[in-house]
């Protein structure tokens, strides 16, 4: 039994605003949780700040693979 257009449309429509809402709830907490740190700390601003970037960059990377998995399930 194949599913309708809509029902795909809907299932994509679904599935990038779950993660992108995830994506944005963690980006946020890791921001805060670095900018946190670095007011606590100034000196270790350097051994803060690139950890993350690439946590920031990993989040958005999985909400990246939510907008591909959308694209397939879009008919």
Do not use: C, H, W
């Amino acid at each position: 039994m194949e599913s309708s257009a809509g029902t795909q449309a809907l299932a994509a429509a679904i599935a990038i605003g779950v993660a992108a809402l995830g994506g944005a709830i963690g980006q946020a907490i890791t921001a805060s949780s670095a900018l946190s740190g670095i007011a606590r700390n100034p000196s270790a601003s350097d051994k803060i700040f690139t950890p993350m970037i690439i946590g920031l960059a990993l989040i958005e990377s999985l909400v990246i693979y939510a907008m591909v998995i959308a694209f397939m399930i879009k008919p």
